[in-house]
């Protein structure tokens, strides 16, 4: 009896080895499809025939095509026949040009970006995720504290005897309400660009800032009382804006990490225009840019560090202040007999 040898199966192929992978991006800079290269070139386009097809009005039926560049492991990038062309960066490719494509660089067709990842490329390190920690816990925490003395504070020194349960309560009910809607807020803009509420973090800068603003008004009106700077109080009212300036670019920050001098100067520029309409307002209204000197209390006389006027210099100071004193009350009086003469008037017509 004689056995016949079965032909040995061929061995299984292997899969072509990885070149690059070319990265659809979403708005947040984050691949929502990668598609494996495994030979060159690739043709990109909203025709079927190409490669990697995409779904996008903007893009040419053979938008662009990537070859090897001569230049290794680069990579060429041919824009085809396209009336939008190709942007990369802030420059524009027309139909017909070439460019040099590095490791992990961007380019558009259309409304879409994609990004180029070569297998010879460097990887990126591992990066930390944020976590809120026992640093951010107790900092939050001490930030909710803190506001929540400063406005018992504020609300002792401005409510009637008596009446001070009553102000503390109303007070702090406000003040809760605003800073956890302002930071809700913040939380539903970072859910919509970074996936993630950081309702903490965003209640975190909003209680700090709240905090900070009180705490440099009541400095710069001690230290305006003590060292006898009036400056120091007119700009009291305006150190708010400064604060918000901050806290924008912190939350913004927190829902845009990756464009920080976009967030910066949006910031900046958000806040002095704000602060310059506050201040024309405010010149038309008053005929002064910034707040007049006024206190509705005193602090201690020591804590008092400027020197004290003697008499004569401060009656002479005082008697300049007669004859504008005089003029503006003239002025007053005439207006109010303009008053009186025009409801004079209306009373007889009718």
């Known amino acids: 009896m004689t056995t016949t040898a079965l032909p040995s199966s061929p061995p299984p192929l292997s899969p072509p080895p990885r070149l690059a992978l070319i990265d659809v991006l979403d708005r947040d800079g984050r691949a929502r499809q990668s598609i494996s290269v495994t030979r060159w070139p690739v043709r990109i386009g909203r025709a079927l025939d190409n490669d990697l097809v995409l779904d996008d009005p903007g893009v040419a039926a053979h938008h662009c095509t990537l070859t090897p560049h001569a230049e290794k492991p ?161 700009i009291q009212p305006e150190l708010p804006w400064l604060v918000l300036m901050v806290m924008l670019y912190a939350h913004l920050m927190r829902v845009l990490p990756r464009h920080r001098r976009v967030v910066a100067g949006t910031s900046v520029l958000l806040c002095l225009g704000l602060l310059a309409t506050h201040l024309s307002l405010r010149q038309q209204e008053t005929g002064r840019w910034f707040a007049p000197l006024y206190a509705s209390s005193l602090a201690h006389p020591a804590l008092r560090l400027a020197p004290a006027e003697d008499v004569s210099t401060f009656l002479q100071g005082a008697a300049t202040l007669e004859a504008p004193l005089q003029t503006a009350a003239r002025q007053n009086n005439h207006t109010d007999d303009e008053d009186e003469l025009e409801l004079e008037g209306m009373e007889d017509g009718l």
Do not use: C
């Open 74 to 234: 680069a990579i060429a990038l041919q824009v085809g026949d396209t009336r939008n062309g190709v942007l990369l960066g802030r420059t524009r490719l027309a139909s017909g040009s070439e460019h040099r494509l590095a490791h992990g660089q961007e380019w558009q067709a259309g409304q879409t970006r994609l990004r180029l990842r070569l297998a010879q490329g460097p990887l990126a390190p591992e990066q930390a995720v944020a976590h809120a920690g026992v640093g951010g816990l107790l900092s939050g925490t001490l930030a909710v504290l803190a506001l929540a003395g400063l406005t018992g504070i504020s609300s002792y020194l401005d409510s009637v005897p008596g009446k001070f349960s009553i102000s503390l309560t109303r007070e702090l009910l406000i003040v809760g309400l605003l800073v956890a809607l302002w930071s809700l807020l913040w939380s539903l803009s970072s859910k919509m660009f970074r996936h993630q509420m950081l309702y903490w973090q965003h209640l975190r800068i909003a209680a700090w800032g709240t905090v900070a603003t009180q705490l440099g008004m009541y400095a710069l009106g001690g230290l305006s009382f003590a060292l006898s700077i009036p400056i120091l109080s007119r």
